[in-house]
Nanobody
Framework: QVQLVESGGGLVQAGGSLRLSCAAS????????MGWYRQAPGEQRELVAT???????NYADSVKGRFTISRDNAKNTVYLQMRSLEPDETAVYYC???????????????WGQGNHVTVSS
């Protein structure tokens, strides 16, 4: 089994910064892509950023230049540094990882428990 545990959310004023972390643990053979998604109240979950095992990144247009995704492969951890946050970015932020478990030949998508980020105006 694989678990993703997130930390770092909370309340921040508009224009402020937050850093999210997500650590994967369990019977992990390898992790391909890791990423962050968010879901605002009444909205669908949307991509924020992803990063491959080799460090290639992809960002939603709305966060380019303000958010930075990174990962520590040795710790199976992905980070999201968020700057210049805006009130409409209030959402539950979820981490995601495509994991190949020990003894398996396929990858499976795992999700973290979600982390509330509230940006006040």
């Amino acid at each position: 089994q694989v678990q993703l545990v997130e930390s770092g959310g909370g309340l921040v004023q508009a224009g402020g910064s937050l850093r999210l972390s997500c650590a994967a643990s369990g019977s992990i053979f390898s992790i391909n892509s890791m990423g962050w998604y968010r879901q605002a109240p009444g909205e669908q979950r949307e991509l924020v950023a992803t990063i491959t095992s080799s460090g290639s990144t992809n960002y939603a247009d709305s966060v380019k230049g303000r958010f930075t995704i990174s990962r520590d492969n040795a710790k199976n951890t992905v980070y999201l540094q968020m700057r210049s946050l805006e009130p409409d970015e209030t959402a539950v932020y979820y981490c995601n990882a495509l994991v190949r478990q020990i003894g398996r030949s396929f990858t499976y998508s795992y999700w973290g428990q979600g982390n509330h980020v509230t940006v006040s105006s």
